[in-house]
């Protein structure tokens, strides 16, 4: 009965390539899944598995905003491209409040904060906060129209909002970096994009902290379905992210809100009819 675990790997593969750039919180539906979707495995493998699959959304970015990051030319001749490394900058100083915190308190913040009550009210408040934010900005015009625009100050500004999802599981990090992105004035698609590069660092650091706690000896069950998991998160992520980049050139992010406090109200009912 193998395949059926491999099946279900595809499945939450799925989940995390959609819902780790669209700002509707990852976690959240991750613990509906986990609800539904039994993995056969043990508890310290699926807690790594969860976080570990993000490696496969990494490289969909990597992969689709390689000129971008890579601060190397070798085109006609070799050279530094400074902006580039400015930006590396502005990427590594947004995220080490949140690096700071994971490092130091990740297994406290789980025990603590990491329950369908959390998760269930950070989606709605963070989706009422979207719908609010937008409607202030309907008229007017973004500050920042690119990202080599974004100043330190912006950066740090922005990694707080990611403070606050490293914290609060259900905040969703795209969408909490998004959403401090727009209250200072950063356009969309470059909110969107500097969220993008920002998960690099993030989802690297924390996806390598869960396998040094968990170790390298993986069966070959594991593995497997670890693997799987990561090469359909890729492969959605890809679709995703283009999606995502084209629709909001168009469109607000009130449609994420109000999803977001409808799945925050389905987590407490759900939740609550089974715990009462």
Known sequence: MEYI???????????????????????????????????????????MFLVVIQLGAILAVV????????????????????????????????CVPAAIVGILFDDQLD??????????????????????IEIQNKDMRPKVTSVSQITYKTALWIGAFQLIAAVFPGTSRSGATILGALMIGVARPVAAEFTFYLAVPVMLGAS??????????????????????MVVAFV?????????????RKHDFKVFGVYRILLGIAVLVYFWGIKG
């Open 63 to 94: 992969l689709l905003f390689w000129n971008q990051l890579w601060p190397f030319s070798t085109k006609e001749k070799f050279f530094i491209k400074k902006d580039t490394f400015s930006m590396w900058f502005k990427i590594l100083a947004a």
């Open 208 to 229: 390598l902290l869960k396998l040094l706690k968990f170790g390298l000896s993986f069966t070959f069950l594991e593995g497997t379905l670890l693997l799987v998991g």
């Open 5 to 47: 675990e491999f099946l279900k790997a595809i499945l939450f593969g799925i989940v995390e390539g959609i819902t780790e750039w669209l700002p509707i919180s990852s976690t959240g539906h991750m613990i509906l899944l986990d609800e539904f979707v039994k993995l056969n495995v043990s508890q310290e493998f699926l807690s």
């Open 111 to 132: 025990a603590l904060f990491y329950n369908y009550w959390v998760v269930a009210l950070s989606l709605i408040v963070f989706g009422i906060l979207f719908i609010v």
């Open 236 to 248: 959605v992520s890809i679709v995703v992210i283009r999606f995502l980049l084209g629709y909001i």
